[in-house]
């Protein structure tokens, strides 16, 4: 039976007025006031309409997404950006060499009948969420057309791309927005292709059965890279979608210096390289899975590092996690999540200027769904602002407010 006890703390944490210093309104949309007022049956704070200069979006289940329910309800409510969990990973486009998948359309369908702004699309190329017959083609004999491994899995790249972009930018295709753009406007193109220590993944590496080394790597060499980037903007000119924007996206930018800078000097060194004078790169996903624990400085000097690109930034896979410091659930770690979930919305609008900001994405919904909160059928986390049940914890005012708020000069 899942451990039920976490959903008694969330709905006994009451916070009571937080007063705020005056400060001026950001959305003049709604009036603006020193204190917060919190009911649980509040219907009145959405998401996405918190701040017209911060996107919001959700990493969505496919499987739990065209149920009725509260699920499918917060979905359609609050978030105006749809980034694919796992429907979009190759090993589920592209289950077999050659036999692609696109019979789902789950997500389209949900953007378009409920005006959503747009779907970004995750993710294109990564060391991980592969099909066995990728791996295979790292030891199997080659066919004649193919003189070397490299050249092997760059038509397998390539094919991959070209393939997956054409079939979202269709232009034949029914999921465009209200005018005529197609629904998906993002890709994280290349995903996770560096170690901690800032180095490119590369050996083979099989922890828990998963390989955290690149196969990519180990094929092509770092330049896997840039040809991934230079495949997805090519294939996108050739459908005629010119405003695509496409993301390099990875975790670790708050607490390794190291892969911060190696971020840096990636990007900046991607953003030198044009198809059709188009740079190949547009952006940069940093997912901050973090903790409630996690240094706001660090934070603070990461998202400063990564705007100073020039390109866009997206917080890409927002989750905070209780149990990473080992506390137990209590008032007081959930007290720190909230806090930590206003601060990091805030610094994101304080250093990132408005025409940076691709928007902040929560790596799924509730902590029913959420990769972090079960462990053998028991509940170990609540790492997002809805409980198990899908009721707003406070966390989810505290993001609203630090959507919505105006920034305190000391953040």
Not at 152 to 160: T, V
Not at 169 to 182: R, T, V
Not at 295 to 308: F, V
Not at 379 to 404: E, H, M, R, S, W
């Amino acid at each position: 039976m899942r451990n039920q006890f976490i959903v008694a703390l969330f709905l006994g944490v009451v916070y009571m007025g937080c007063t705020k210093p005056s400060i001026k309104n950001e959305n003049p949309s709604e009036p603006l006031t020193g204190n917060r007022l919190v009911a649980l049956a509040d219907t009145e704070k959405i998401l996405q309409n918190a701040n017209p200069n911060v996107m919001v979006g959700a990493a969505v289940n496919i499987n739990l997404l065209p149920q009725t329910g509260a699920y499918r309800d917060l979905v359609i409510k609050h978030y105006n950006s749809l980034t694919a969990e796992n429907a979009m990973k190759m090993t589920a486009l592209q289950p077999q060499e050659g036999t692609f998948n696109f019979s789902d359309h789950t997500i389209e369908d949900v953007a378009l009948n409920y005006g959503l702004k747009r779907i970004h699309g995750h993710t294109l190329v990564w060391h991980n969420g592969l099909p066995n017959w990728i791996k295979n083609w790292e030891t199997a004999a080659l066919p004649p057309a193919f003189p070397t491994r490299a050249a092997k899995f760059d038509s397998i790249m390539s094919r991959h791309i070209r393939t997956v972009i054409a079939n979202y930018d269709n232009p034949a295709s029914i999921y465009k927005d209200a005018a005529g753009k197609p629904l998906m406007k993002s890709w994280d193109v290349v995903n996770e292709a560096l170690d901690d220590n800032g180095d490119y993944r590369s050996t083979q590496n099989i922890v828990n059965g998963v390989d955290k080394g690149s196969i990519w790597y180990r094929t092509i060499g770092k330049l896997y890279i840039e040809k991934a980037f230079t495949y997805a903007r090519m294939a996108a000119e050739a459908q005629g979608d010119t405003g695509i924007k496409l993301f390099y996206n990875d975790y670790g930018h708050d607490y390794s210096a190291k892969k911060l800078d190696s971020i840096y000097k990636m990007v900046m060194a991607l953003k030198q390289i044009t198809v059709n004078g188009k740079p190949i790169i547009d952006g940069i996903g940093m997912q901050f899975h973090i903790n409630i624990n996690s240094s706001n400085t660090n934070i603070k000097n990461a998202l400063i590092k990564m705007a100073s690109t020039g390109l866009l930034i997206h917080m890409s896979e927002l989750d905070i996690s209780l149990n990473k410091p080992g506390l137990p659930f209590s008032s007081t770690v959930l007290n720190l999540q909230k806090q930590k979930f206003e601060d990091v919305a805030m610094l994101y609008r304080k250093y990132v200027v408005a025409a940076q900001r691709w928007g902040i994405t929560t790596w799924d919904v509730g902590d029913n769904d959420s990769w972090l909160t079960y462990s053998n059928g028991v509940q170990v986390d609540g790492a997002t602002v809805y409980d198990i049940n899908y009721v707003k914890k406070p966390a989810f005012y505290f993001l609203y407010d630090g959507l919505y708020l105006a920034i305190p000069a000391s953040l």
